[in-house]
């Protein structure tokens, strides 16, 4: 048994019963959908036409919302359907990052993740699901593709048909026939915010039309004076706000503080003082402790939180950060512990590289979260867990530049210091515009990519990149000896860090997927 669904596009009339149907059957809220109709037009008066194109989950053989799940909320049956468990979600939010099909919201009464589950309680009784049984043109068609004798079965094998986005490997069992290219393929179509019936809403939860300077991202071989168009679509929030950010931001500080303390104080780089044990410790658990309220406060239930460790979904790179984050946590703590009662030398010691290495997994692993997010093609970068080690030996060592501004530190622990934020400062920088440089790999990316260093977002980006990694580089060249400048230096790369985190997070979530 593996259950699929076919949108006839020949018969398609966009009426809209699936949607109120479905809407019906399930206590769908207002604002929120698990089907929609997407409605094109192109062509210029009189030869006209417009397309439908009904709209769910994919109910993905490979499904990446199920894998990044940290709780197994969103997880899929033996019989093929991509069902959720609305009791276990903490509203991460994650899986609607890894959607490519923009097909899963938050429910604004539970505040848990949802979206279409393929009726499966009418399913499991031998009915059809809502939509199916409503279309007046019998438009869709469901069941189980692996039947031969099934209806489904023969128009897969008697009809051609396609899938979206197939290139992200997915295996969707959402297949359309008859289906225009305008329709399926993301922002084929110009959009602009008036629509058929509606006005799209406006502002930073929402995500709206993509602008290039003084146009809409449109395909450039479909852009003309005949344009095609959306006329009506269905909105969807941005899940991720400033929290995320703040969280990458302060667990760069946290990890890169003991990454550089501690590993410098084990290669002799640095001397074995209170500044660079406890000192610099310290500073590294407050700041994985203010990640960690940053992670709770952005999700929608949590009251749940603690569920990720009891119940954890082990592919779901938030599961494993989870684990790691703890385990970095109680390392430092007792190495802190250790030092701050002067317990036995050798004993405290042992505890370094243990803690070295969680945290840099510590500093890393929000890359491979973000590689799950299947359904955000900019983070999908192979410089990401890079990029994250740099920025978090930069911060940890501008946290400590700051901090000796107050306690005393002595001219060449102060010089050292300056020469590990500088390096980390220009590789971190080196990084960036090679991610400017090189072209990203598919459409949806480049949109991101040209939102960030030539649309709406561009005097972010480059006002980061000048005032919090140039700017600190210059100050660092000309004045390493004075801690006030150094100072002056890390506050400016600390900013510039939760810019370009707040950046990265933001631009790749304000393109459509649908």
Not at 25 to 50: A, I, S
Not at 71 to 95: E, H, L, N, P, T
Not at 206 to 225: F, H, K, T, V, Y
Not at 427 to 445: D, K, N, R, W
Request: glycine content about 6%; overall charge neutral; aromatic content about 10%.
């Amino acid at each position: 048994m593996n259950y699929g669904f076919v949108i006839d596009n020949r018969k398609c009339i966009g009426c809209h019963a699936c949607s109120t149907a479905c809407k019906s059957e399930n206590d769908v809220p207002l604002g929120v959908y698990r089907t929609w109709v997407k409605y094109t037009e192109k062509g210029v008066f009189p030869d006209t036409r417009r397309y439908f194109q009904v709209t769910r989950c994919n109910h993905c053989a490979n499904p990446p919302c199920a894998r990044i799940c940290p709780v197994s909320a969103m997880y899929q049956r033996k019989d093929g359907i991509v069902d959720f468990d609305s009791s276990r979600c903490i509203g991460c939010k994650a899986c609607m990052q890894a959607c490519p099909y923009d097909a899963i919201y938050i429910d604004p009464n539970t505040h848990t993740a949802a979206k279409c589950h393929y009726c499966a309680h009418r399913t499991e009784v031998g009915l059809e699901p809502a939509c199916v049984v409503v279309c007046p043109e019998h438009a869709i068609i469901a069941g189980d593709i692996t039947n031969p004798n099934s209806e489904i079965a023969r128009l897969l094998s008697d009809q051609p048909v396609r899938v979206r986005k197939p290139e992200q490997n997915t295996q969707p069992k959402l297949f359309y026939i008859g289906v225009d290219e305008v329709s399926i393929t993301p922002m084929a179509a110009t959009q602009s915010e008036q629509l058929l019936w509606a006005t799209r809403p406006s502002g930073p939860d929402w995500r709206g039309p993509i602008q290039i300077e003084s146009g809409n991202m449109a395909s450039a071989l479909l852009r003309s004076a005949a344009a095609p168009r959306e006329t009506y679509n269905v909105s969807h929030k941005i899940p991720w706000h400033w929290q995320v950010p703040s969280y990458l931001t302060a667990k760069s500080i946290g990890a890169g503080a003991f990454i550089v303390a501690l590993l410098g104080v084990t290669l002799g780089f640095f001397p074995a003082t209170p500044f660079f044990t406890s000192l610099a410790t310290f500073i590294a658990l407050l700041f994985i402790g203010l990640n960690t309220l940053f992670l709770v406060w952005d999700l929608d239930r949590p009251d749940r939180f603690w569920t990720i460790l009891i119940r954890p979904q082990w592919r779901s790179w938030l599961a494993r950060g989870a684990y790691i984050l703890v385990g970095f946590s109680g390392v430092g703590g007792l190495y802190f512990l250790g030092q701050l009662l002067n317990l036995q030398r050798e004993a405290s010691n042992s505890l370094i590289w243990p803690g070295i290495i969680l945290a840099i997994l510590s500093a890393i692993y929000t890359a491979f979260l973000f590689g799950q997010a299947e359904g955000r093609d900019l983070w999908q970068s192979p410089l990401l867990p890079w990029q994250m080690l740099t920025q978090a030996v930069m911060a940890g060592s501008a946290a400590l530049l700051i901090t000796a501004l107050f306690i005393s530190l002595d001219a060449q622990s102060l010089q050292r210091l300056a020469i590990v934020f500088g390096i980390s400062t220009l590789l971190s920088l080196l990084i960036t515009l090679g991610e400017v440089i090189a072209p990203p790999a598919s459409p949806t990316a480049v949109a991101a990519h040209h939102l960030i260093t030539h649309g709406r977002l561009k005097r972010h980006f480059w006002g980061n990149l000048a005032s919090g990694l140039i700017a600190p580089l210059v100050i660092v060249a000309f004045a390493s000896t004075s801690p006030i400048a150094l100072a002056l230096a890390a506050l400016l790369s600390l900013g510039g860090l939760f810019g370009s985190e707040w950046t990265l997070v933001m631009a790749a979530q304000e393109v459509p997927n649908n």
